[in-house]
């Protein structure tokens, strides 16, 4: 029997299964890759490679979570690798990285550069990219009524990360359109929690994840 194709999952916190208002991870089949692994069936492994914090291309001062230094070991680690879900962006939102939704996007896209790029796929070929526009934050005021004193640090880490948020959907549609790869808007399928803002409810993991499904079949 061949081998399964696979599915690399790349992305942060809502890869991983953060779960809203907790330092918990959800279980593996809540969690959007768990979910596209039943969905797309035995003839397809899913690797999940979610890590908190990660951002696209920015050094964090505060962690190393820089996307593009970890992609290529974690491609060559899971290769050979068919499809490629890139799903990170969320992080670059934060005050101290400065980035605007434009920079965001291009961040992304230098990714998918890098994925297609790569000798990672079944006979050194390139894998296949679906680029995955994260869903707008939501409000904070789930955060407020739990921990005031929490929310104002808080909301002072991510500020107008929500206005800017709203704008990601057109600009990673054209990243992936000057690149010729697949891309997805997670906000048609995700409402970011009203916990903390960020992260997703499970609900949002199962649409997500079937979504993906989806368009990885397609691919």
């Known amino acids: 029997m061949d081998d399964p194709r696979t599915l690399l999952c790349f992305g942060d916190s809502n890869t991983w299964g953060f779960e809203p208002g907790s330092m918990t ?20 492994h899913v690797v999940e490679a979610g890590l908190n914090g990660r951002t696209t291309v920015f050094e964090d001062p505060l962690g190393d979570v820089c996307g593009l230094r970890h992609l290529g070991p974690v491609l060559a680690s899971a290769a050979p690798v068919d499809v490629v879900a890139i799903v990170l962006g969320t992080n670059d939102l934060k005050t101290r990285l400065s980035a605007s939704p434009y920079e965001i996007a291009e961040g992304a896209g230098m990714l998918v550069d890098h994925v297609l790029a790569s000798d990672a796929g079944p006979d050194e070929r390139a894998p296949a990219v679906l680029l995955v526009a994260p869903p707008p934050l939501a409000s904070l005021s789930g955060w407020e009524a739990r921990d005031r004193a929490s929310y104002e640090g808080f909301e002072e880490a991510w500020h107008e990360a929500r206005e800017r948020s709203l704008r990601f959907a057109r600009q990673y549609a054209r990243v992936a359109h000057v690149r010729g790869v697949a891309w997805l808007d997670a906000g048609a399928h995700v409402v970011s929690s009203d916990i903390d803002g960020i992260h997703w409810p499970p609900e949002g993991h199962a649409a997500l994840g079937r979504a993906i499904a989806e368009a990885v079949r397609a691919l």
């Open 25 to 44: 991870r959800y279980p593996r089949h809540v969690r959007w890759p768990g979910v596209a692994a039943a969905a797309l069936g035995e003839t397809w």
